[in-house]
C-alpha cells in the first residue's frame, strides 16, 4: 500500500511566484493535515481536513496560503506570493477517520522543501 | 519559551549505548507522540501515548501525566538509530487529532 506522497520533493522559486505543493494521502484516510517547519524552529501544525472540508485552519500563517481538498481525496496548498520566509519543509500526514477512534495513528509524508530566492 | 522542550538538543552516542530523550511539556495533553525522522526521509510516528509505558522492539516510552513528562529510550543502540527524534502533543480538548504541538527535535548520533 502506499504511504503519503508528496510533490515536488523539492522547489526553488523567486520572491512573488506561485508554488503549488500536492499531496495524495494513504487511500481511504478522511483525514488530512498539512504541517510545516521553517528553518531553526520546530514543525508547526498548519490545518487539518476531514474529506473535502477543513476542520481547522487555524494555522495558516496568512492569506497567502491556501489549501484546497476537493473531492476529498489529494490536497493542494497554494503560496502566492512566496516570500522569502516561506521557505522550509511542508509535511503532509494523514489518518483514518472518524478521529474519536483512539490509537489512529498519522502517517507523515517525505516532505516538500520549499525555498524561496 | 516553547510548550513543548526536548533535552538534549544533540545527542552522541557509542553503539551499544543506552540513550534516553527527554520531552517536557506545559500544557493539558491528551495525547503524546515521539515520531523519528531520518537525515533527508520523511516523518514516522513510533509511538503515541496517553499514559503509562509502550515498548517496541529496542524502543520503550514512558509518559508521567502529573509531571508533564515523557521519555524516549532506546536499548543498545545502533547507528541504524541515528535520525532526528521528535516530541508532539495534542492538546487537551482539541478537536482536531493531528493539530500537534512540536518539540524541536533532538539530534542522535550513534557511532559503530
Known amino acids: 500500500e502506499a504511504g503519503v506522497t508528496q510533490f515536488p520533493s523539492h522547489s526553488v522559486i523567486e520572491k512573488g511566484q506561485t508554488v503549488t505543493l500536492r499531496c495524495d494521502p494513504i487511500?481511504?484516510?478522511?483525514?488530512l493535515y498539512w504541517y510545516r517547519r521553517v528553518m531553526g524552529k520546530e514543525i508547526k501544525f498548519l490545518l487539518h481536513f476531514v474529506k473535502e472540508s477543513k476542520q481547522d485552519e487555524s494555522g495558516m500563517p496568512n492569506n497567502r496560503f491556501l489549501a484546497e481538498r476537493t473531492g476529498g481525496t489529494y490536497s493542494t496548498l497554494k503560496v502566492q506570493p512566496a516570500e522569502l520566509e516561506d521557505s522550509g519543509v511542508y509535511f503532509c500526514a494523514s489518518s483514518q477517520g472518524p478521529e474519536k477512534t483512539s490509537g489512529n495513528t498519522i502517517y507523515f509524508g517525505e516532505g516538500s522543501w520549499l525555498t524561496v530566492v | 519559551k516553547n510548550e513543548v522542550e526536548q533535552s538534549p538538543q544533540n545527542l552522541t552516542a557509542q553503539e551499544g549505548e543506552f540513550i534516553t530523550i527527554n520531552c517536557s511539556y506545559s500544557?493539558?495533553?491528551?495525547?503524546l507522540h515521539w515520531l523519528q525522522q531520518h537525515p533527508g526521509g520523511g516523518i514516522v510516528s513510533l509511538f503515541m501515548?496517553?499514559?503509562g509505558k509502550k515498548k517496541h522492539g529496542r524502543l520503550i516510552a514512558t509518559i508521567n501525566i502529573q509531571e508533564k513528562h515523557s521519555s524516549l529510550h532506546i536499548t543498545a543502540s545502533h547507528p541504524r538509530d541515528s535520525a532526528v527524534y521528535i516530541c508532539?502533543?495534542?492538546?487537551?480538548?482539541?478537536?482536531?487529532?493531528?493539530?500537534?504541538?512540536f518539540g524541536q527535535g533532538t539530534i542522535l548520533t550513534v557511532h559503530p
Open positions: 487511500s481511504g484516510h478522511d483525514n
Open positions: 501515548l496517553s499514559s
Open positions: 508532539a502533543v495534542r492538546n487537551a480538548g482539541g478537536t482536531s487529532y493531528g493539530k500537534l504541538t
Open positions: 500544557v493539558g495533553i491528551s495525547a
